[in-house]
């Protein structure tokens, strides 16, 4: 096999990365003095492309994005080498709330807060990304001509999960989530009449291969099998595998079933009870990449089973699959268009006469949403270091530019990762501190690339791959969302997102979830934007150069949007005990303290957006009953 080197690969063309350095790496040094920061800077990956040149606007860069170099350090620096920051600057800022973290949650309390107290209360969100939305990232392209939108985080609205809550705060923003299905020709790559397909790559198979109407989900045949490149035991126990129709714990009660199934890997399911050879075990072990986050080996045979992977077959139940059908509604720029609803709702002067309807082309003005006459106030590029309760409320320091600064408030609620609040507050007791270090986020990748076209792709009639030997374990093309004013065909062959979804595999030494999880984030953390960018290159030449891709001439932008802190910790079978109601770590970690409360989908220990709101709103709800109005900033 004979390697690309980097010019092959394009490794030298000017894609817009490259246009422009923005946001320096800050790398926090140690303690402080007079509020001012010690700081060294590092090169920066961001970049802007030619519309964001003039203003602020971050949706539109490149490069490196999600959790991006200069957004971490600050938090990192007070978490893993105990930095301490003392003698903030006071600002004599004072706002009857301050939240920390302008995620969806964070926005979400904002918008409660006002339900609660009043739209005249003077609120301060703070978050150390330099856009708002947290994981609702919208990815903004323009360099193949017309506007392409694609996702950089959360985008799924789960909308048959809503509680009542949900829906009313959906329908308080004219979200109608039924008529946005209607807009809708999006399957995550299953519309293309040779899709599903996986592609085997030589680095890992020893042969580049694509396999077309091939979802280990679906009923194999034998024809099918024959094509995957692996041994040929290996294609023996996949053909007996799928075949089998027998119950094979029919001697056990259903629930020795379940107790069997819930203590087992998935993987070790399919070698003892499926027969599969390890080759073939492998193909599955990237397979919930994206939707859990985790390698296949932390999940139980039950949590598998429920996720429709196969194998109910051989518990003498009816194949299933549904998965190609998945029901959720979204808009083109994933769930920040929510957000964007949320922001403009909050600040309207920064995005007067936004919809449900135009919401996805609405602009924003970030020059204006730090405003010190508006009540609402929204600052970026913002890390919170402490947040403690004093006489008249409550007290928060953060880094911004290079100064630590001190506000004051009647009311906090810390809609960040609960595993950063027990650094913020030192004073809360250890049982509450351990059940917030419980929540060990899982990582994630969504890495958009432009492509200049469908061609390639449509010759060989795929929209959705998998690649199992691969980084990113997944693409799909991103098109077919035609809400909040944006249209973009599904059957349009002009220049579109290719998503590489996924996250990062653990060394195998890494034994329990929380182990695994830890060494995903560092190995992501220490990923380069070269690293991703050859990982791209070298896929989209290999699979789709044959049908003449020119990985030189036809990648127009590269987005990786990387995300250390990603999904919020889910309870799952091998790893987690049942607790009893109020027991659970989450419920631990979300209590209120003073006046001080938590928000956040890891205080639902649940990974959904709906989950973010829900926390939100509760968290509004445990705050003191204080009404009137402080001091004006
Ligand atoms: C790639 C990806 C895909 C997802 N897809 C879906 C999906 O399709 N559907 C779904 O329902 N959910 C999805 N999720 C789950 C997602 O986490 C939730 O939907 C939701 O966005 C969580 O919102 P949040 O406000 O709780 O947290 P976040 O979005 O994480 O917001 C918290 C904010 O607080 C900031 N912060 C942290 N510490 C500090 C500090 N010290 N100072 C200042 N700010 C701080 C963070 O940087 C962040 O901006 C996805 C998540 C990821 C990462």
């Known amino acids: 096999m004979t390697r690309k080197t980097d010019k092959q690969l394009g490794m030298h063309r000017a894609i817009t990365r490259r246009d422009f350095v923005q946001g320096s790496s800050l790398a926090v ?154 807009n809708m020709d999006f399957t995550y790559g299953h519309d293309a009449p040779n899709s599903p397909a996986m592609w085997f790559d030589e680095d890992t198979y020893g042969v580049n291969r694509l396999v077309s109407n091939l979802d280990l989900n679906e009923q194999l045949t034998p024809e099918v099998i024959d094509q995957i490149p692996i041994s040929e035991a290996g294609r023996e126990s996949l053909k007996a595998f799928y075949g089998r129709r027998d119950n094979l714990l029919s001697e056990l009660s259903e629930s020795e079933t379940d107790a069997l199934l819930s203590s087992i890997s998935y993987p070790d399911f399919l070698r003892q009870y499926g027969g599969l050879t390890e080759d073939a075990v492998q193909l599955f072990d990237k397979k919930v990449h994206g939707s859990w986050g985790i390698e296949m080996r932390a999940l139980s045979a039950n949590d598998a089973l429920w996720e429709e992977n196969p194998g109910l077959h051989l518990l003498g139940k009816d194949w299933s699959y ?20 949320m922001v403009a709702g909050l600040l309207p002067h920064v995005a007067p006469n936004v919809t449900p309807d135009n919401v996805a082309l609405a602009k924003f003005n970030y020059g204006a949403l730090d405003e010190p006459e508006q009540p609402v106030r929204l600052r970026l590029n913002a890390t919170v270091v402490n947040a403690e309760n004093t006489e008249t409320g409550a007290s928060v320091t953060y880094a911004e530019g290079g100064l630590l600064k001190r506000v004051a408030t009647k009311h906090a609620v810390l809609a960040c990762y609960h595993s950063v609040i027990p650094h913020l507050c030192p004073s809360l007791s250890e049982q509450q501190k351990d059940a917030l ?13 432009l492509i200049r076209n469908t061609n390639a792709l449509d010759k060989l009639g795929v929209d959705g791959i998998d690649c199992p030997g691969r980084l990113h374990a997944r693409l799909f093309l991103f098109k077919g969302i035609n809400n909040g004013g944006y249209e973009h065909d599904a059957d349009d062959s002009g220049p579109v997102s290719l998503v590489f979804w996924g996250s990062v595999s653990p060394p195998d030494n890494a034994i329990d979830l929380k182990s695994q999880l830890r060494a995903s984030r560092q190995k992501l953390l220490d990923l380069s934007f070269e690293d991703f960018e050859r990982e791209v290159r070298t896929v989209l030449n290999d699979l789709l150069g044959p049908e003449g891709f020119d990985v030189n001439e036809d990648i127009l932008a590269i987005t990786v949007n990387r995300w250390p802190h990603g999904y919020a910790y889910e309870y799952m079978d091998l790893w987690d005990p049942d607790w009893a109601e109020g027991e659970a770590p989450h419920e631990i970690a979300r209590q209120p303290f003073g006046a001080i409360a938590i928000a956040n989908s890891d205080a639902g220990a649940s990974a959904y957006t709906h989950v973010a709101i829900d926390e939100a709103y509760r968290a509004i709800s445990e705050l003191p009953n204080q009404t009137a109005a402080v001091a004006k900033g």
């Open 437 to 449: 270090k419980y929540q060990v986020k899982i990582p994630l990748i969504l890495t958009n690339v």
């Open 322 to 341: 549904e998965g190609r059908d998945y029901p959720a509604a979204l808009w083109p720029d994933g769930n920040a268009s929510l957000v964007r609803l």
């Open 29 to 182: 040094l140690g303690a402080v003095t007079s509020g001012a920061i010690s700081v060294t800077t590092t090169a920066a990956e961001n970049t802007a492309s030619a519309l964001s040149t003039d203003g602020y606007y971050p949706p539109t860069k490149t490069g490196m994005r999600g959790s991006h170099n200069g957004a971490y350090e600050v938090a990192h620096a007070l978490a893993r080498q105990g930095a301490r920051f003392d003698n903030p600057i006071e600002t004599e800022e004072e706002f009857d709330l301050v939240v920390v973290g302008a995620g969806i949650s964070g926005l979400a309390a904002a918008h409660y807060y006002q339900e609660r107290f009043g739209k005249d209360a003077r609120i301060l969100l703070l978050d150390n990304h330099d856009d708002f939305g947290g994981h609702a990232k919208r990815n903004e392209f323009h360099q193949g001509g017309s506007m392409v939108l694609s996702l950089g985080g959360t985008h799924n609205l789960e909308w048959w999960q809503f509680s009542d809550t949900v829906k009313g705060f959906m329908d308080a923003f004219g979200v109608d989530v039924k008529a946005m299905r209607k």
